[in-house]
């Protein structure tokens, strides 16, 4: 029988090999010119780490005007980490997303003349630039991670996440958006500072100021954050936070009021509060079961979801909210007058309220108090125009900890604290204008056992495995060996 080789005709083979050869080299450059239209990456990883967020997407999808992203580095710079890789990704999505984006990346130690067309930035190799007509918005690289203190590094600080998509969807909100809410953090008694709740608003078309409560000009504010002050008020700024809120007459103003165990009494503060339906108690909240809480500290309770209106709006409602530290308070009245509150948030029903006095022989099934109880409320001041019908409100949210705005609570992928908070600010301020994109992390997941499944495993591993395979062994040993 003749070889197969044989039979074909050679000048038919040599063109079948030229035509194959065709074919490959047509469909390369298709897939080059495609490539060049449109992404071909796929995303494969759990968290969608390299593509942008729905909220990004329809940012994009809205955008009326040109945004140019210029990045003071060369593309090729961001090698090296998983987390530059990602944050490149990120960036290139953006002008393959929207034909009015423009990314560029630029040399800026080779191009001086960049930094010559904008002599009031402080620019820095590493920097991107993001702006809209005559808005600019400068971001540092620092801005597209968070960071957390390394264990064994002695107070070195390692990339915990990536927020490249938030920082960057951020800043192209606020330069091509018409006007920002301000909002200012209050100091002047004894409050709490916390600079990633500031960071936080920034990102999300806030303007932030500090105003010292008893003397600074509050007027042009859309929202005040008073954060577990430790000296009792005045009566003077009191009716400062009053005047606020009534707004002469027109209301749509609202305030933040975050609570802490350690606070003293606020005999005033407690006055005012009780006009809105707010009662704060003594002692610190801590939750018996240990799903509740966060590793297993007591006094760290992860609060449940009330509200629908205000949950609905999560990306993922089964994300909690921890509320470490937190002063319990309990709500005087739902109704009342032109005053409503309405619970956003509860500890749950095994949740209990340590006093503040109790001594180190305190059990839990001796609190006094026990949940469900208040977490985080809106307490709002509702009129209507008697011409028009038209609704006026001011709003008083209450949180039961301020230790929930500490930035490893607001910066942690796996807690809702963050962007709760802008919801409700949202829902209170009636805006819409935040873009909250949960930060991704791309370290690998760990795998949690407890001992009894451990345990097996390495028996399964260690001794039943490789006993079948022994077994297996002998068995084809001794059929070969007497077939």
Do not use: C
């Amino acid at each position: 029988m003749k070889n197969r080789w044989q039979i074909l005709n050679k000048p038919l083979f040599l063109a079948l090999i030229a035509l194959m050869t065709l074919n490959l080299y047509l469909f390369n450059m298709a897939v080059l010119r495609l490539s060049n239209r449109h992404s071909l990456f796929v995303d494969l990883t759990a968290s969608r780490a390299y593509q942008l967020d729905e909220e990004s997407v329809a940012l994009l999808k809205s955008l009326e005007t040109p945004v140019h992203i210029d990045v003071l580095a060369t593309e090729d710079s961001f090698e090296g980490s998983p987390y530059l890789r990602q944050a490149r990704q990120i960036l290139n999505r953006y002008p393959a997303q929207s034909d009015l984006v423009s990314l560029a990346y630029i040399d800026y130690q080779k191009d001086p003349s960049f930094a010559a067309s904008y002599p009031d930035l402080s620019l820095s190799p590493g920097s991107i630039l993001v702006t809209s007509g005559d808005n600019q918005r400068l971001l540092t690289l620092n801005e597209l991670f968070n960071y957390t203190y390394s264990a064994a590094g002695q107070g070195g600080m390692t990339v915990a996440s990536s927020r490249a998509q938030e920082a960057i969807s951020s800043a192209i909100l606020q330069v091509t958006s018409g006007q920002k809410t301000r909002a200012a953090v209050l100091t002047g008694a004894g409050t709490a500072q916390m600079s990633a709740l500031s960071s936080l608003l920034l990102d999300n078309n806030y303007q932030v100021e500090q105003k010292n409560i008893a003397s600074g000009d509050l007027s042009g504010f859309d929202v005040l954050l008073l954060l577990a002050p430790t000296v009792d008020l005045s009566e003077d700024s009191l009716k400062r936070l009053d005047d606020f809120l009534y707004n002469e007459g027109r209301y749509g103003k609202a305030l933040v009021y975050a609570m802490d165990a350690s606070q003293p009494s606020l005999p005033k503060m407690e006055a005012f509060l009780a006009e809105w339906g707010i009662l704060p108690l003594d002692g610190a909240v801590f939750e018996t079961r240990q799903q509740m809480t966060y590793s297993m500290q007591p006094f760290y309770p992860i609060s449940e979801y009330r509200d629908e209106e205000i949950a609905g709006k999560l990306r993922d409602s089964s994300i909690p909210v921890l509320m470490p530290r937190a002063k319990p308070y309990s709500v005087l009245f739902t109704a009342r007058d032109r005053q409503q509150t309405r619970e956003l948030m509860a500890f749950s029903a095994t949740s209990g309220v340590r006093p503040g006095q109790a001594g180190s022989d305190f059990a839990p099934d001796k609190a006094a108090i026990r949940g469900p109880l208040p977490a985080m409320t809106l307490a709002s001041r509702v009129v209507r125009d008697k011409e028009t019908g038209q609704v006026f409100a001011s709003h008083l949210i209450i949180s039961a900890s301020t230790a929930m705005l500490d930035a490893q609570w607001l910066q942690n992928p796996q807690l809702n604290n963050g962007e709760y908070l802008l919801k409700t600010l949202g829902s209170a301020l009636d805006q819409n204008q935040g873009v909250v994109i949960r930060p991704v992390s791309l370290a690998s997941e760990a795998l949690s056992l407890n001992s009894g499944t451990a345990s097996l495993l390495g028996i399964l591993f260690v001794a039943v495995i490789p006993g079948l395979l022994l077994v297996a062994g002998i068995a084809v040993f001794l059929y070969r060996r007497f077939q």
